[in-house]
């Protein structure tokens, strides 16, 4: 430009009315995913339209006045905010999710461990059964006199555990053979656990 020549700046005429719409656009980007990548890029080119339209109204050489370079250094500096800002939400999205899949897995093992000591305990449940009934049987196969030792060892309610489930008539040659007040402890605890049982209601007639 010539000495003495006065520069005259062309503010253009569609690119502030841009600018100030994009200003407002960015200031009310709330979105994510897919949606958000959009409207980032729509800002993000307007942006770009809107700086070749100021940059291409002058072709004097004159220099950008400072209130427009000003709008548009501001509307680029907040895009760039809005941009980080949205990089880091994609992030914590990104690790809750991972968090929850973690805390997914660990609920599952514990679900896993919490039925396999269920399957063990009822296996354990069921061997100690069968080993009562295998006693049991033993103790009816044995002479009365024999067995009556054994029980005259053990306490009234651990022997009285066994006599009843002892078939009748083995239960009862058992306590014909033992003390009079073992036999009678054995006894009162059959009878105290028997009374406690549901009783058949006699028939209307």
Same mark, same amino acid.
């Given at each position: 430009?010539?000495?003495?020549?006065?520069?005259?700046y062309r503010r253009p005429a569609r690119a502030l009315p841009l600018l100030a719409t994009l200003f407002a656009a960015s200031g009310l980007l709330r979105l994510s995913g897919e949606t958000?990548?959009?409207?980032?890029?729509?800002?993000? %080119?307007?942006?770009?339209? &809107?700086?070749?339209?100021? &940059?291409?109204t002058d072709d004097s050489g004159c220099e950008m006045p400072p209130d427009v370079a000003a709008v548009l250094s501001a509307l680029k500096e907040r895009d760039s905010r809005l941009?980080?800002?949205? %990089?880091?939400?994609? %992030?914590?999205?990104t690790a809750l999710a991972e968090a929850e899949d973690e805390?997914?897995?660990?609920?599952?093992?514990?679900? &896993?461990?919490?039925?396999?000591?269920?399957?063990?305990? &009822?296996?354990a449940d069921t061997a100690a059964e069968a080993d009562i009934t295998r006693l049991v049987a033993v103790y009816e196969n044995m002479k009365p006199a024999d067995a009556a030792v054994l029980f005259e060892e053990m306490s009234p309610s651990f022997a009285a555990g066994f006599i009843g489930r002892m078939r009748p008539?083995?239960? %009862?040659a058992l306590l014909a053979d033992l003390e009079p007040q073992t036999a009678y402890s054995i006894s009162a605890i059959l009878a105290g656990r028997n009374a406690n049982a549901p009783k058949d209601e006699p028939a209307e007639r």
């Open positions: 430009m010539s000495p003495g020549k006065r520069c005259t958000g990548e959009r409207v980032t890029g729509w800002i993000g %080119a307007g942006y770009a339209y &809107a700086a070749a339209e100021v &940059a291409g941009q980080e800002r949205e %990089a880091e939400m994609d %992030a914590r999205e805390i997914r897995a660990q609920l599952d093992q514990l679900v &896993a461990a919490e039925e396999a000591l269920s399957e063990t305990l &009822a296996q008539e083995s239960a %009862a």
